[in-house]
């Protein structure tokens, strides 16, 4: 059974990612995580949950994911696998290699938790306010009143870039940027006026897209530079990175139920939103820094997973780049999903109990929201028969998630 445990984060580290500089991070410039054994005063209880929750999480997944998955699959208890899952191949063709641990799917949507964050170590770092009004960062933007927080919140009142940029009349033989995306905004200011900043909830990628932005003016570095030099390298997640064109042929590419390759679009180069390729392994680094309380302090980790839209009665909420759900009994449970292309992703995790599920795969693939029906394995986050998958699917195309629901 592989480990991965408890992470603790050396003074080093930090003195080196706040340091500013226009180079790219690498393994040698940036003091790595060290990796330190957990304890466990009885371990043979120990082991005995361990396989206890390693033989559930099988049979679960044996069952939902038997058919028509490409991808893989993990669940983690205290920083430790106790399950983990790889099926098909890369390239979908079976004379290809198989899907290991070191197959870097795109995450779509998961893609948001690093935007989030990134730019909420940057507000740690006093280089930016989340309640800074985005004019500030973005020369140009036309809609006074719209805030960092915000952005992050999905509460911006901004229209979905990927909605309508497909009638726009941009030459999609031409690929957007996000700089072309503010700059089309900014253009088409009338034709694009949304609705009133802060006053209800609408899940929207152009947030994200502009924090991609707003992260690059604050830090001085670029998006894929900033995130690889503070939460990549430093965390050694070593097969994860930000896709650019040149990329194109060693990522992954994702495929339709029939097994046909999306091919690249006008829109795949947009950050912030999307386009972060990793493991499960990888997330697992991630989610276990962010426990740590070294990676943040526990004030900004507090805002991060905080609800912030009550317009709508409901248990389902978003916070500043992590959606939640919010059970009758007190839990929490924070998690995202994703969805491009072909690429259907979820990011589980039990924060009281320490315990995580990743489900990533790239043959469109819905059954991997399904994933959360895992979690009452660990803490009770279903009341009565409730379910998940049917509410919590991703029904608007390849933008991402649900536009509406909360």
């Known amino acids: 059974m592989k480990t991965i445990c408890c992470y603790l984060l050396a003074l080093p580290l930090f003195l080196a ?60 208890k205290d920083g430790e696998v106790v399950y983990e899952k790889y099926a098909g191949f890369k390239s979908m063709d079976k004379n290809s290699e198989p899907v290991d641990e070191h197959t870097a799917f795109h995450l779509a949507s998961v893609s948001k938790t690093f935007t989030a964050m990134a730019t909420l170590k940057l507000w740690e770092e006093g280089k930016l306010n989340i309640d800074d009004d985005i004019s500030k960062y973005l020369v140009g933007f036309p809609y006074p009143g719209i805030t960092i927080k915000m952005l992050l919140s ?14 726009s009349g941009w030459d999609k033989k031409k690929f957007l940027t996000n700089s072309d995306l503010l700059q089309f905004i900014i253009s088409h200011q009338a034709q694009l006026k949304g609705a009133t900043p802060g006053k209800h909830f609408e899940y929207c990628n152009t947030n994200y897209a502009l924090l991609a932005l707003i992260i690059e003016k604050a830090s001085g570095l670029s998006y894929p530079d900033y995130l690889s030099k503070t939460f990549f390298v430093p965390l050694q997640m070593q097969d994860t990175y930000v896709f650019n064109l040149g990329d194109t042929t060693k990522a992954e590419k994702s495929y339709k139920t029939n097994n046909r390759a999306y091919p690249l679009e006008y829109l795949d180069v947009v950050y912030g939103d999307k386009n972060i390729y990793s493991t ?57 999903n994703g969805w491009w292309h072909g690429n259907r992703t979820a990011f589980i995790r039990m924060i009281d109990e320490d315990a995580t599920i990743i489900a990533l795969s790239n043959n469109d693939c819905k059954r991997v929201y399904s994933s959360k029906k ?4 660990f803490g009770d986050y279903r009341q009565g ?7 919590d699917k991703e029904p608007l195309g390849r933008g991402g998630e649900p536009n509406s629901k909360k």
Request: glycine residues 6%; hydrophobic residues 35%.
């Open 17 to 76: 990612c706040g340091q500013s500089g226009s180079k790219p991070a690498t393994a040698d410039s940036v003091t790595p995580v060290v990796f330190a054994a957990a304890q466990h005063s009885n371990n043979a209880h120990h082991k005995a949950e361990l396989l206890r929750y390693s033989t559930a999480s099988e049979h679960f997944f044996d069952s939902l994911l038997a058919k028509h998955f490409n991808g893989s699959v993990l669940v983690a």
């Open 385 to 391: 028969n409730e379910t998940f998958d049917e509410q």
């Open 280 to 336: 499960t392994h990888d997330l697992l680094k991630w989610d276990m820094a962010l426990r740590s309380n070294k990676l943040f302090k526990q004030s900004t980790l507090d805002s991060a997973y905080t609800p912030y839209s009550f317009e709508k009665p409901g248990k389902r909420n978003y916070g500043l780049g992590w959606r939640m759900l919010l059970e009758p009994n007190g839990k929490k449970l924070i998690y995202h």
């Open 154 to 167: 999905q509460r911006s009142g901004l229209k979905n870039y990927v909605h309508y940029m497909d009638n």
């Open 374 to 377: 895992l979690c009452n394995l």
